[in-house]
């Protein structure tokens, strides 16, 4: 079930990079997880490509912000030269993970 997301506005950031979230009973525990896709794709229908996705879910219990406060700490980051090019370059998906946990680290 979507209830945030493209139905509202596209969650393309620039960067080649979108946040799809949902707020949603379905999710339990909030989560973030990272697809880079081999070719890029036309995200929204309007010629925006895209080949970096964060998907983030939280319940719909966990208060009215967490999904923003974790979606601007990664549009802050994104942005982020350094950060960005630690993430994308990262040798493995422990790497990946380890530099994400940083973030979780300003949201909590």
């Not at 596209?10 to 960067?15: A, L, N, R, V």
């Not at 960005?84 to 979780?104: G, Q, R, T, Y």
Request: without cysteine.
């Amino acid at each position: 079930m979507k209830e945030s997301g493209e139905n509202t506005i596209s969650t393309f950031i620039g960067y080649d990079t979108a946040i799809p979230h949902a707020k949603t009973d379905a999710v339990k525990t909030p989560f973030v997880a990272y697809a880079k896709l081999s070719h890029a794709m036309n995200w929204d229908g309007n010629g925006e490509m895209v080949k970096h996705i964060f998907m983030i879910g939280v319940p719909k219990e966990s208060g009215s912000n967490l999904h923003m406060r974790i979606i601007s700490e990664l549009s802050k980051n994104i942005m982020r030269n350094a950060w960005k090019e630690s993430f994308m370059n990262a040798a493995s998906a422990d790497e990946a993970l380890e530099i994400l946990k940083l973030i979780e680290k300003e949201v909590i």
